[in-house]
Structures are given as C-alpha cells and as structure tokens.
C-alpha cells in the first residue's frame, strides 16, 4: 500500500491568486497524477507527472495555469494560478503501485 | 483513449434490497476496471478491482462485479444493501499502456429507510 499526503487540507483563495498544493507520498513512485473533483462532480485527470520530466496534461487543461513540478521520487507540487471561483474543487493526488491506484486525502479549495 | 459512462446518475434501492449500479467502459484492449465508493465528505476508497482472470471479482463490503468483454460492461452488485451503503460510486477503466485511470461521473446511491 502506499501513505500520500497533501498540504493544505483546505484553504479559501481570493480571485487572482495563486496557491500551491503539496503532495508527499511514503514510497519512491515514477508516476503521479493529479486529479480534480469539482462540486458534485467525478474525478478529472489534470495531468500526469513523471519525475524529472515534463508533466503530460489532459486535454482542457495547460501548464500556464496548473503548473506541476516533480522534484523527486516522491514529491509533487500543482499549483492553481490565477484562480477564480470556477476553480473552486477538491485537489488529490495519486500514484499507482502493485497494481492498485491510490489517492491522498484531498485539497479543499474555495475561490471567493 | 478509453472512456467510461455510467447511465444512471442516481439509484434508490430500499435497505435489504439488491443492488447494481451500471458501468460501461470503451478501449480497443482489455482494460483494467475498478469500481470506487466516496462518502459524504471522505475520500475515495477502493472497492474491487479488475485485471484479468476470473471475470466475476469480490470485494470489499460484501460487493462484487462482473466483467463481460462481449457487453463492454463491469456492474457493480450487492445482494443486499444497508443503510451504510448510501454513497457516490465511480466505475473507472485503466490501461496497461501507462497507469492513468479515468472515472465515469459517477452514481449516487440513495437508501430507503
């Protein structure tokens, strides 16, 4: 099985701001992904994040707005510029290992 | 690209009841295949999971699902719900291509007393 963390938990942004998500996970793991979950929505892959590479992003989303970074092994940032209220979701990372998908706890975000 | 659709957006089924929540996927090979639950304010846990093998898996909660490639379907089933069972479930498809995986939107379980 594998632990992934997020920081922050949650957080409440004004428009035309910036906020940073943290994702740590306890294993060394090539691929991470990032997904977003808008209110009463599904899941939606925002982009895959291979360490020391590019990250690969869905179509409908762009870099100059979830910029993703992959320091390591077992770190990730996504990072939501420039939000608006439409921007307001649920952020969670996941990794896949033996087989099995796994998500961290989630980012709560609301745009004012 | 594979794609997953879940026509009923939502179920109610009284306790005690039957259940199966629908889900069909669409890619050109055989797909990897999972069923999540999410509920009311908590993340999302797996339920079962299909790779290859026996078509018909077990899993957690007393569920189990059916893979039928002729039907392109993977339906969720439980013989008997509870009260507890009220909840969001995510059909999704992966592949063996890389390990993404996409969810269909979802069918909100609704519980009658």
């Known amino acids: 099985s594998a632990v992934i963390s997020q920081k922050p938990s949650r957080d409440i942004c004004q428009r035309g701001t910036s906020l940073t998500i943290q994702c740590q996970v306890d294993s060394q793991v090539t691929m991470m992904f990032w997904y977003r979950q808008q209110p009463g929505q599904s899941l939606t892959l925002i982009a895959t994040a291979n360490q020391g590479s590019e990250a690969t992003y869905e179509s409908g989303f762009v870099i100059d707005k979830f910029p993703i970074s992959r320091p390591n092994l077992t770190f990730s940032t996504l990072t939501v510029s420039n939000m608006s209220p439409e921007d307001s979701s649920i952020y969670l990372c996941?990794?896949?290992?033996?087989?099995?998908?796994?998500f961290g706890p989630g980012t709560r975000l609301t745009v004012l | 690209a594979q794609s997953v659709t879940q026509p009923d957006i939502h179920i109610t089924v009284s306790e005690g009841a039957s259940l199966e929540l629908r889900c069909n996927y669409s890619?050109?090979?055989?797909?990897?295949l999972f069923w999540y639950v999410q509920s009311p304010g908590q993340g999302l846990q797996l339920l079962l999971k299909y790779f290859s093998g026996d078509t018909l898996v077990q899993g957690i909660k007393g569920f189990e699902a059916e893979f039928k490639r002729s039907q392109s379907s993977f339906n969720l089933r439980k013989p008997s719900v509870h009260w507890s069972d009220a909840a969001e479930y995510f059909c999704?498809?992966?592949?063996?291509?890389?390990?993404?995986?996409?969810f269909g939107k979802g069918t909100r379980l609704h519980i009658l007393p």
């Open positions: 996941s990794l896949e290992a033996g087989n099995e998908q796994f």
């Open positions: 890619y050109g090979a055989t797909p990897y």
């Open positions: 999704a498809v992966g592949t063996n291509r890389d390990d993404k995986i996409i």
